[in-house]
């Protein structure tokens, strides 16, 4: 309840003690009764219209609400402002954020399916080594230009080496998964490194903070609020900390993810190169894929060096 509200009730209470005092020691004539009655149903509507006033004004409503229950009155942390207080070394982990959002969303993209294991290749690579005859290398190779992948690239390589002992096409097939599964790996080793960084960069921009806010607080004058401005600087100083982590955290998620991803889709690739070896054992010593120099395959028959017919190089002559 506001001042004005105390200070009219207690008119109201005096208005009507005053006249029943005044009237029980000494009744007077009727008239007199009648005037005090009068003068007390006036100061009654006065005080109606200003606690009416006093009720419809925001000001007074206001001033009557508690501060510690008015609404906002506790005191936000800006957090705008706060990143901005965290010093120097919140830049390099600004870097890395920005570091952190290139390369997952590039991962993101570039590890799809349809990028590393095409679906319509390998269910082509399936019908062609079910037709009559068995998989021919010539189309095979068509079908991996056709759809360029990390898949085509390794199964491209095993067709190169077709008519090779068994063991050399199995070492150039494991050259090649490892070769493609690098390539892949490599932008994903941005995340592990921000993964890795970004904590420590965190943790330097805290330990140099409360050097200083331990520094400064040694040095106020005499009388100074030394626990305040200790509790400032520490607080800042753990803004480099939060950030750090803030953007650790999801790189490490993001590197975890695509790099299960990697190994999942070339196990599948593994698969199928188990199903492609055998069929091509037979062209061993027979047949050879070569690239022309426009790229398209062509295939040439491996000739017996005994079998080779002509003149044949003059020997040399004894010493």
């Given at each position: 309840m506001s001042m004005k509200k105390?200070?009219?009730?207690?008119?109201?209470l005096g208005m009507f003690a005053c006249p029943l005092?005044?009237?029980?020691?000494?009744?007077?004539?009727?008239?007199?009764?009648?005037?005090?009655?009068?003068?007390?149903?006036?100061?009654?509507?006065?005080?109606e219209a200003a606690l009416a006033e006093d009720d419809a004004d925001p000001a007074i409503q206001q001033e009557s609400v508690p501060a510690a229950d008015?609404?906002?009155s506790e005191k936000q942390i800006d957090l705008l402002e706060l990143l901005l207080a965290g010093g120097h070394l919140m830049w390099p982990i600004l870097a890395m954020s920005l570091l952190v959002v290139t390369f997952g969303t590039e991962r993101a993209l570039g590890l799809r399916r349809r990028k590393v294991l095409p679906p319509v290749l390998i269910e082509q690579l399936g019908k062609l080594g079910h037709q009559p005859g068995g998989l021919d290398p010539r189309k095979a190779y068509k079908l991996c230009q056709k759809y360029p992948s990390a898949a085509a690239n390794v199964i491209r390589t095993m067709l190169l080496k077709v008519g090779r002992p068994h063991g050399e096409l199995e070492h150039a097939v494991s050259e090649a998964n490892e070769r493609e599964a690098a390539h892949l790996y490599s932008n994903v080793r941005?995340?592990?490194?921000?993964?890795?960084?970004t904590p420590l960069l965190g943790l330097l921009g805290t330990v140099w903070g409360m050097i200083k806010a331990f520094f400064?607080?040694?040095?106020?004058p005499t009388g100074a609020n030394k626990a305040e401005h200790l509790a400032d600087g520490i607080y800042?100083?753990?803004?480099?900390?939060?950030?750090?982590?803030?953007?650790?955290?999801?790189?490490?998620?993001?590197?975890?993810l695509f790099e299960g991803r990697i190994q999942k889709l070339f196990r599948e690739l593994d698969e199928t190169l188990l199903g492609l070896l055998p069929q091509l054992e037979r062209f061993e010593g027979r047949l050879r894929v070569t690239?022309?120099?426009?790229?398209?395959?062509?295939?040439?028959?491996?000739?017996?060096?005994t079998s080779q017919s002509g003149p044949q190089p003059p020997a040399a002559a004894p010493q």
């Amino acid at each position: 309840m506001s001042m004005k509200k105390i200070l009219i009730h207690a008119a109201l209470l005096g208005m009507f003690a005053c006249p029943l005092t005044a009237t029980s020691q000494e009744p007077g004539p009727a008239p007199v009764a009648e005037e005090t009655q009068a003068n007390i149903d006036e100061g009654l509507q006065e005080a109606e219209a200003a606690l009416a006033e006093d009720d419809a004004d925001p000001a007074i409503q206001q001033e009557s609400v508690p501060a510690a229950d008015a609404p906002g009155s506790e005191k936000q942390i800006d957090l705008l402002e706060l990143l901005l207080a965290g010093g120097h070394l919140m830049w390099p982990i600004l870097a890395m954020s920005l570091l952190v959002v290139t390369f997952g969303t590039e991962r993101a993209l570039g590890l799809r399916r349809r990028k590393v294991l095409p679906p319509v290749l390998i269910e082509q690579l399936g019908k062609l080594g079910h037709q009559p005859g068995g998989l021919d290398p010539r189309k095979a190779y068509k079908l991996c230009q056709k759809y360029p992948s990390a898949a085509a690239n390794v199964i491209r390589t095993m067709l190169l080496k077709v008519g090779r002992p068994h063991g050399e096409l199995e070492h150039a097939v494991s050259e090649a998964n490892e070769r493609e599964a690098a390539h892949l790996y490599s932008n994903v080793r941005w995340l592990a490194l921000a993964a890795a960084v970004t904590p420590l960069l965190g943790l330097l921009g805290t330990v140099w903070g409360m050097i200083k806010a331990f520094f400064v607080t040694a040095n106020l004058p005499t009388g100074a609020n030394k626990a305040e401005h200790l509790a400032d600087g520490i607080y800042t100083a753990l803004v480099t900390t939060f950030a750090g982590l803030a953007v650790a955290i999801p790189a490490a998620v993001l590197a975890h993810l695509f790099e299960g991803r990697i190994q999942k889709l070339f196990r599948e690739l593994d698969e199928t190169l188990l199903g492609l070896l055998p069929q091509l054992e037979r062209f061993e010593g027979r047949l050879r894929v070569t690239r022309n120099p426009q790229g398209s395959p062509a295939a040439a028959q491996r000739e017996d060096p005994t079998s080779q017919s002509g003149p044949q190089p003059p020997a040399a002559a004894p010493q």
